[in-house]
């Protein structure tokens, strides 16, 4: 168990619609990072917060949001929903988040599986 | 920008044999390397890691070494069992931020 908790599990909707996951990082981690895993682009970075504030973007859609809350739970809205937005979304938490030092671990979550009708 | 090569899978191999993945990356400066593995149904857990060159990263019979001269940080295992089947991603951290760049992952099974 990694620490990070990631709600739900598992998601099915239709396109067009619009879902919102949501992601617990470790205690103590102040930095969260949302990645995509499909089976044609593999892991792809798309945003990270550190301590409410977007820090960095990655492959990220127009149509996709984050956003990191004052308990630094996090959430991503995905919007506009296609048949192609259907994968595994992970989130991960470090304590880095400034820049400088190298980064020691990410600790990912279990993910949510969205399916997309 | 930061790009991450390894071996295409799959990769079969029965229990005891020997394991290599390749893996070389492309970055500027000085990243930190690591290994993932993902068991079925499950999300990354951090293998190992090494954060300048020369390190070697170790965990469960697994090792790699960070090389700078030839940019690369293959991972090994002398002898794997069956549990060890996952698909392993080597990824690197480097730059202006700390996201991790993924290789496409390599899918291990390892009959008995």
Redesign the interface.
Known sequence: D?G?TQTPKHLITATGQRVTLRCSPRSGDL?V?W?QQSLDQ????LI?YYNGEE??K?NILERFSAQQFPDLHSELNLSSLELGDSALY?C?S?V??L?GG??????????TRLTVT | GNSVTQMEGPVTLSEEAFLTINCTYTATGYP?L?W?VQYPG?????LL?A??ADDKGSNKGFEATYRKETTSFHLEKGSVQVSDSAVY?CAL?GG??????????TLLTVNP
């Open positions: 990694s990070v930095s990072y990645y593999g892991l792809q970075f990270q820090r960095a990655g992970f991960a470090s880095e988040g820049r190298p980064l020691s671990e990410q600790y990912f979550g279990p993910g | 930190s690591f993932y499950e999300g990354l857990q951090l890691k954060t300048k991603f951290s202006s931020n700390y996201k991790l760049t993924f290789g496409k992952g």
